[in-house]
């Protein structure tokens, strides 16, 4: 390990050959160290001391696990058989750990730099999503366009937000610590978050909704009409509570309509459980309105 010598170079033009020197080295954590000496030979000594002290610790510290390969042996072994939206969670997590803190070691991690970065993420602001390049009702999804020069300024992170990238985090540290590189696991303080009564649509608004279904275009090609789908879609969300994805998983071959009951298997809920319904009247109706030979109800 390998420490040298430099002069600042704005001190170097105000102060010439006065300019004090410094020392500067990588420490244990990777991290960019310097201190000011004073002359060059001085200097030179205080250089000799650091590197002997690196080389000491090279010797007699255990390896350590860099950052980069914990985060790809976790991708690639801890999160096998999760959902792709929780995996993509975890990769958001961790880009914005790395964004505001670099780590360099795992060891490196601390409770404090767990809250410098929860400081740092609160601070942000929410980054517009850009949509995708089509919308599901198959018209051209509008860019977001500039902001305006008195537009109100962007809304900042909100305190869910930071404790979600928080939690992800914490589980994988957990795992970096069963895996041995990592001797103990940070403290994570979550951010207080305002609790809200859960609001419910009312009647006008989901007839609203089930009034614009006949706007839809798609899914075209089949023996039904888009508005037949998206119908049969809301009343089944509406009516059941099943999560969006569940709802999308729902097989053919799991729905029975002359009993009026839809399962869907553990794979394919949140919580790993199997979920399973009776149908409303106006639900089957809906469905057997889309039921077709393809795989899904909802196709």
């Not at 105000?14 to 000011?36: I, M, N, Q, T």
């Not at 850009?130 to 300024?153: C, E, F, I, T």
Request: aromatic share 10%.
């Amino acid at each position: 390990m390998n420490a040298w010598l430099f002069q600042d170079s704005r001190q170097k033009a105000a102060l010439g050959d006065k300019c004090p020197w410094s020392v500067g080295w990588y420490d244990a954590d990777g991290r960019k160290r310097s201190k000011k000496v004073g002359t060059k030979s001085v200097a030179e000594k205080y250089r000799k001391q650091v590197e002997a002290k690196l080389a000491l610790e090279l010797c007699t510290g255990k390896s350590r696990t860099k950052w980069k390969d914990f985060r790809k042996q976790f991708i690639d072994t801890a999160l096998v058989g999760k959902a792709l939206g929780t995996v993509e969670q975890y990769e958001i997590a961790l880009d914005n750990f790395e964004r505001l803190v670099s780590p360099v070691y795992v060891d490196s991690v601390t409770t404090a730099m767990i809250d410098s970065f929860k400081a740092k993420r609160s601070r942000e602001t929410q980054r517009p999503r850009v949509p995708k390049a089509q919308s599901l009702s198959g018209l051209p999804a509008k860019r977001p366009s500039k902001p305006k020069p008195d537009a109100s300024p962007p809304a900042k992170i909100s305190p869910a937000t930071v404790n979600k990238d928080l939690r992800h985090l914490r589980a994988a540290l957990v795992k970096a610590k069963k895996w041995k590189m990592l001797a103990e696991s940070p403290e994570f303080e979550m951010l207080p978050v305002p609790q809200r009564d859960p609001y419910f649509i009312d009647d006008d608004t989901f007839k609203a909704l089930y009034d614009a279904c006949d706007t839809m275009t798609r899914p075209d090609g089949r023996h039904y009409a888009a508005a037949d789908w998206w119908k049969a879609l809301l009343a089944f969300a509406y009516l059941t509570g099943w999560r969006i994805g569940e709802i999308l998983d729902l097989r053919r071959d799991d729905v029975d309509l002359e009993t009026g009951v839809a399962r869907v298997a553990a794979e394919g809920t949140k919580g790993r459980r199997e979920a399973r319904v009776e149908l409303p009247a106006i639900v089957v109706e809906h469905v057997r309105a889309i039921l077709d030979f393809q795989p899904l109800v909802f196709d």
